[in-house]
């Protein structure tokens, strides 16, 4: 694959809901570039619509003008090139762990062998094997966006998309989370979009940082963090990224441009 | 144990107030039996099979007619949860349809169908598939999104999504559906069944009025009651229990 050319693209992107016959604009003129094996934090507060991209990028949002593409080609439905989890697990409660994380391979194989070793893999990486033949009930949130994370792998996709993914954690379970998903992205080379309101964990996390605000949403900031991970987020560095942040998040009218 | 004697206690106290009552009030036969006679009546029943041969077709309509409103049902809720422009004219009245007790379909039925089987299995199915329906719908509708979507992005679609997905999805919700479709076919049945000629539970019953046997009608009563209970609640409360419990619904004990 050609090494400059984007893993995703937006170009000019809008959405709007249609509600009653009101159109409601969720996002408006977007556009960024993602790059393979990027790890990008799309940052924004609550109903800036920073996961209606992620929907744009899995495919199941249809944008309403302007050019999304994935490995230069148009996104035109979901498919396992691009997986996701949710903040809520969408786990499924019918199957047990094993075969949560082996889903996804039942769509391209009825070999049942193949897809039960395949899902052991993915389910010891996140180190819940010894949990495989448990109900999803039995476990607690951590264990559940973990087997959420080892189904998502185990499709074998080319992006891993999360959606404020340790937003229903409590502080603890999520530093130990974020220290988790490095690992795994280190391990596995994806190319991450990790949506997030938290700016300190966006900070931690992001090779790049996409910060979208304002109602409609609009791209208010794009920055690269180049500092080696794991951070101290008391750096002077990081601590000057984080007020650019809140600079643009606290006037997004008036920022608007000048730091794309 | 403490409990079965309990109950033993309450029953033996209950059939021997009613012996009293029937012998100190000097009451008729044919307006309340003695409990012996009706346990007589029920011997006799089973022993001669005159009950089972009633219970057995009574089953065999039963089942033919609830099976019938369960594929009915299934396609009908699916068709209200997908389209809306049924669901805002046939969905709303299917609401007033279910409030019409089975036994006011009965003139219908024979007009229709005449003194025959296909009468209450008519019935039955006019009972049967409206909580079916409802119920189908309902799932389908209650799915949650982000489910669908999870299997969506995995690569799931089509044929594959249904199966997999989609249907076990709205299991829960439908096995609810069944069991009280199950609970109006019953009562449906019953209704149905005194109006036509054959075998059957509600004709075994009418026959002890005609013949002012009232133990027959009595044990009869019971034998409704009995497998009524069974079926709802042993059979569809276990498959409903067990449903909960693998979607984990409820809280494994």
Redesign the interface.
Known sequence: MDELSPKIEFKNVSKSFDHNSNAEKILEDISFDIYADEFVCILGPSGSGKSTVL?LI???IKATSGKISFNSKPIK????S???V?Q?Y?????LNIIDNVG??L???TKNKNEIRGKALEYLNLVGLSAYKDH????LSGGMKQRVAIA??LC?EPEVL?LDEPFGALDQQTRENMQIEILRLWGKSKKTVVFVTHSVDEALKLADRIILIGGKPGKLLYNTNISISRPRDLKDSELNKIRSQIIDRLAQPEFSMGSGI | MKLALIRIGFYAILFVVWYLIVKVGEIPNYILPAPIDVFESFYFGFLKGGYLIGIFSSLVRVLIGYFLALIIGVVTGILLARYYLLDITFGKSILALQSIPSVAWVPLALLWFGITDKAVIFIIILEAVLPVALSTKNAMKNIPLNLIRAAQTLGSKGLHLYQNVILKAMIPELVTGLRLSWAFAWRALIAGELFISGAGIGQTLELGRSLADMAQVISMITTIGVIGFLTENIFFGSIEKNVRLAWGLDAQK
Request: proline share 6%; glycine share 10%.
């Open positions: 929907g899995a495919g199941f439905r979901p498919d396992s691009r997986t996701l949710f809520d969408a786990l499924f409660p019918w889903f996804g039942t769509t391209k109900s999803i009930s039995q189904r998502a499709a998309l």
